[in-house]
T-cell receptor, first 117, second 118 residues
Framework: DVKVTQSSRYLVKRTGEKVFLECVQDMDHENMFWYRQDPGLGLRLIYFSYDVKMKEKGDIPEGYSVSREKKERFSLILESASTNQTSMYLC????????????????FGPGTRLTVT | AQKITQTQPGMFVQEKEAVTLDCTYD???????LFWYKQPSSGEMIFLIY??????QNATEGRYSLNFQKARKSANLVISASQLGDSAMYFCAMRELDRGSTLGRLYFGRGTQLTVWP
């Protein structure tokens, strides 16, 4: 059974703290993604990775960094958490896109609801 | 410009009735795929249905069907015989065939909150 896990369902941190959100997938997928979800804004892509140690900025990378040292693990780092980073964070993975692979869905983790106070 | 537009922030439907959730998309790529996901209040994202741009027929999966109108660039989700458990947030998403990338990122709409009442 396909599985993407995230280290915490709920997290409360203080302003200025360094925060690590961990994501692990067991499907041997090349691609991994971090999104944040806010009411009325849908899912916005923060960062993605298409291979070990490879990463690229998504649409809203400011205030975040990522790390991918192993294929199955993709970490999102908030270097100095701020209240405007209070949100739901979703990790996803998918296989490498092939020419006939448009239909591959992204598999999502359960999400981490982060509150920064 | 937004690649995916969902114009209905909220929709209400009575149990056992059908409901249509709207989605329009914007792309110049002839090869693309359209997805619908369901997100219950628990937060997990559940894949529902997929439609490819070259598919001749509308996709169906059980009570879900996708009303694909290519010329209008719309991909509406139809849920037949609504159930209380269908109450959730629904997201439309698109993937383009970017020949310069193996990534195939998804572009998501802002979602529609569906409430099914008894």
């Amino acid at each position: 059974d396909v599985k993407v896990t995230q280290s915490s369902r709920y997290l409360v941190k203080r302003t200025g703290e360094k925060v690590f959100l961990e994501c692990v997938q067991d499907m041997d997928h090349e691609n991994m993604f971090w999104y944040r979800q806010d009411p009325g804004l849908g899912l916005r892509l923060i960062y993605f990775s298409y291979d070990v140690k490879m990463k690229e900025k998504g649409d809203i990378p400011e205030g975040y960094s990522v790390s991918r040292e192993k294929k199955e693990r993709f970490s999102l780092i908030l270097e100095s958490a701020s209240t405007n980073q209070t949100s739901m964070y979703l990790c996803a993975s998918s296989p490498r896109l092939q020419r006939e692979g448009l239909h591959y869905e992204q598999y999502f983790g359960p999400g981490t609801r982060l509150t920064v106070t | 410009a937004q690649k995916i537009t969902q114009t209905q922030p909220g929709m209400f439907v009575q149990e056992k009735e059908a409901v249509t959730l709207d989605c329009t998309y914007d792309t110049s790529d002839p090869s693309y795929g359209l997805f619908w996901y369901k997100q219950p209040s628990s937060g997990e994202m559940i894949f529902l249905i997929y439609q490819g741009s070259y598919d001749q027929q509308n996709a169906t999966e059980g009570r879900y069907s996708l009303n694909f109108q290519k010329a209008r660039k719309s991909a509406n989700l139809v849920i037949s015989a609504s159930q209380l458990g269908d109450s959730a947030m629904y997201f439309c998403a698109m993937r383009e065939l970017d020949r310069g990338s193996t990534l195939g990122r998804l572009y998501f709409g802002r979602g529609t909150q569906l409430t099914v009442w008894p």
